[in-house]
């Protein structure tokens, strides 16, 4: 007999991580690390453009393969863990949706910045339409108070979502204030309340921990930490550090070791660790997605990512204003040299 499952793991690898490789993921590379995780025995395992469905395009990054022959590639290979997909109103659709269902996609996660649930109103009840699981991710939660956070959750409940996510996308959260949050919310819904972390103040883990803590009982991880920014809470560490605590998830340690060693690590293009640029991130409270962005512009106008990373923080910048880095990178170059002259 299978034992219950203490904690349902979602792998974001393959579409946290896409940020991480600048979009460039290959059916190839899709199918091996899906064979690996669906071997393990991860639950869920989410596949998608890192801005999610139809996140391709020049504001958010070219990806190299489309992702609904990402998305079909991993779904013929999983038999034991479902396709989750991201989808956010405004980049994704109903029609990608749809077409990511009928390909094989199980699961929904339909994203909203934390003070915006009511435009995955639509996105959420299509999804339930469709057979899919749904679930209300909540981004850049440390931007909004307790209170609209739990506002914010019980109307993506009421839409008709199984999961609702504290999502810390910027990797800003400290411990305390990850367990004030998934506290609020497990007093406040009756769905299933998940975690999504990031680890650009090495605090991925200890948040993780803390939501379990909580009660969150959905758990997001990246294998290799291939996520975004400083990547997320490392997969393989999170299943090891569980089975010490006697939690249980299902996922085969020594499988999920040597897809992280084998697999996952030729991938990615440098190894992930805590830059100067996403310690800055954590530390301003920036979207983690933004890192790429902003040393490309930081590049372009010869000026410090640091300070364009700085002002887009005191700026409140999220999620869908990638075009506010370039403008605030020009305005930085262009008070350098008026310094300078």
């Known amino acids: 007999m299978t034992k219950q499952r203490d904690i349902l793991l979602t792998e974001v690898a393959l579409r946290d991580g896409s940020h991480a490789i600048a979009h460039q993921f290959t059916v190839d590379q899709v199918l091996n690390v899906t064979k690996g995780l669906n071997d393990a025995n991860v639950p869920y395992i989410e596949v998608a453009h890192g801005d999610g469905l139809a996140g391709s395009s020049v504001q958010y990054g070219l990806s190299k393969t489309n992702e609904m022959e990402l998305i079909e590639a991993a779904a013929s290979v999983a038999d034991k863990s479902k396709i989750a997909v991201l989808i956010l109103p405004g980049i994704g659709t109903l029609h990608e949706l749809k077409e990511a269902a009928s390909l094989g996609a199980k699961m929904a996660r339909v994203a909203t910045h934390v003070t915006e649930a009511d435009v995955s109103r639509q996105h959420i009840a299509y999804a339930k339409e469709l057979g899919m699981e749904t679930v209300g991710f909540l981004m850049m939660a440390h931007m909004a108070p307790v209170e609209k956070l739990v506002e914010q959750a019980k109307l993506m409940e009421s839409y008709g979502a199984d999961t609702v996510y504290v999502v810390d996308s910027a990797g800003y959260l400290l411990p305390d204030q990850v367990r004030e949050r998934i506290r609020a919310l497990k007093q406040s819904v009756g769905v299933n309340v998940g975690f999504h972390a990031h680890n650009n103040l090495s605090l991925a883990m200890a948040n993780t921990l803390a939501a379990i803590e909580e009660g969150a009982t959905r758990i997001d991880g990246s294998v290799r930490c291939l996520g975004a920014g400083a990547g997320n809470t490392q997969t393989e560490v999170l299943v090891a550090v ?100």
């Not at 996922?251 to 990615?268: H, S």
């Not at 190894?271 to 954590?282: A, V, Y």
């Not at 409140?316 to 930085?332: F, R, S």
């Open 242 to 341: 569980l089975e010490r605590m006697g939690i249980e998830t299902g996922v085969d340690l020594y499988k999920m070791m040597d897809l992280a060693e084998n697999i996952v690590a030729p991938i990615l293009q440098s190894p992930q660790e805590i830059t100067k640029d996403s310690l800055t991130l954590g530390y301003a409270g920036v979207y983690s997605s933004f890192a790429l962005h902003a040393k490309r512009a930081a590049k372009k106008f010869d000026i410090d990512s640091r300070d364009i990373l700085i002002e887009l923080g005191k700026r409140k910048v999220v999620g869908g204003q990638e075009d506010m880095i370039v403008d605030v990178a020009a305005e930085i170059a262009a008070r350098k040299e008026k310094v300078l002259s």
